[in-house]
């Protein structure tokens, strides 16, 4: 094994194998409430635009079409009521889990730094900081960080695993303290459009950042808004001057979003509609999951927004993937998130209606 590849963690996900079989063993077919991979039809709309330009030979451009780019800005306005940003601070990406594990590095994060992640946080954050040679330090709260000056934060709100919110407040904290230390805040925003109980705010929110965005960013998916998850559609924005640096080295790097996913991005980004079904999709399920988890004895933590319930039965998280797993139904163990999801595990709201009622039936037997 290679010192880069040595130096990660295993593959959360290897570990579920064993929970993965019990669970396909069940009669009724398994119930995968593991990971948030989306189950519903791509909108035509979307599909037709992918097919209408995929007879373009030629290479497509790293910084994204220029209706891309606006279309994002439109999007960000309209629907989060984030104004002032310029197109040219856009940068679409091969999705988002990509630049979430390269960014450090890209950055400029290496050996003896510190990057900031979430106590619960996906994965792939400590994994960046790994891949840049850097430190991964957990922690949700400022006076945990001391007087040291790491050198980015990641924030994730609404949160994976947790479905967290950070109200603008709490943002703003964290923008003022970054400020003062030169220090560059990163936003993971890609459950943005996912609020249920309370709406969530982005970092470039006037609210928040006073309409400056300098060392700012915000980290966007098309994955689960629009079920693009297979098209690998993302883009960041915000901080014009590290907009334009992570531009010149993807440009070295070959980093770029194909043609065809950048016009599907258009009309993703432009299909308020669309967006809107898809929310009341995952809606409905959230309302028939929630209610026969709490019926059958467990409790829901935070959740107010986002794919995911964070539920726990007070016991080892792996205890309790096992017992799902006897029923057919596979979730992530908190574990995979940090260790303090010791107890409790992640449960998609990625299934289909049918799969979802059958996961609400088993746990009602």
Not at 311 to 334: F, N, S
């Amino acid at each position: 094994m290679s010192p880069a590849a040595s130096a990660l963690p295993d593959f959360p996900w290897d570990a579920l194998t064993e929970y993965g079989d019990k669970a396909r063993s069940h009669p009724g077919g398994v119930v995968d409430l593991s990971i948030g991979t989306p189950v519903d039809p791509v909108p035509a709309g979307i599909r037709d635009a992918l097919a209408s330009v995929s007879d373009i030979p030629g290479y497509p451009a790293t910084h994204g079409t220029p209706a891309l780019r606006s279309a994002a800005i439109d999007a960000l306005r309209r629907r989060h009521g984030i104004s002032g940003l310029d197109p040219v601070a856009v940068l679409p990406t091969i999705g988002s889990k990509e630049l979430v594990a390269w960014l450090p590095r890209l950055l400029g994060a290496g050996p003896g730094d510190q990057v900031v992640i979430p106590e619960l946080s996906y994965p792939t954050y400590e994994v960046g900081a790994l891949l840049a040679g850097a430190e991964a330090v957990r922690a949700d709260g400022l006076t945990q960080l001391g007087p040291s000056r790491p050198a980015m934060i990641w924030l994730n709100s609404p949160s994976n695993p947790t479905g967290r919110v950070l109200g603008p407040e709490h943002l703003r904290k964290v923008v003022e303290w970054a400020r003062e230390r030169d220090v560059v805040v990163v936003s993971d925003e890609c459950y943005l459009a996912l609020g249920w109980e309370t709406e969530p705010v982005s970092i470039l929110h006037p609210s928040v950042c006073d309409g400056r965005f300098d060392n700012l960013l915000a980290v966007h998916s098309l994955s689960k808004s629009a079920n693009l998850a297979s098209y690998r559609a993302g883009f960041v924005t915000g901080d014009p001057a590290l907009v334009e640096d992570l531009l010149a080295i993807r440009k070295h790097a070959g980093m770029i979003v194909p043609r065809p996913v950048q016009e599907a991005m258009v009309v993703a980004l432009t299909d308020d509609e669309a967006l809107a079904a898809q929310r009341g999709r995952y809606e409905r399920r959230r309302q028939v999951l929630r209610k026969a988890l709490a019926d059958s004895g467990f409790r829901i933590d935070h959740s107010e927004a986002g794919l995911y319930l964070w539920a726990t039965r007070e016991e080892d998280a792996w205890q309790t993937v096992a017992w799902l797993a006897a029923r057919g139904i596979l979730v992530a163990p908190g574990t995979f998130y940090g260790p303090s999801g010791a107890k409790h595990v992640r449960i998609g709201l990625t299934g289909t209606d049918e799969r979802v009622e059958t996961a609400a039936d088993r746990l009602a037997s």
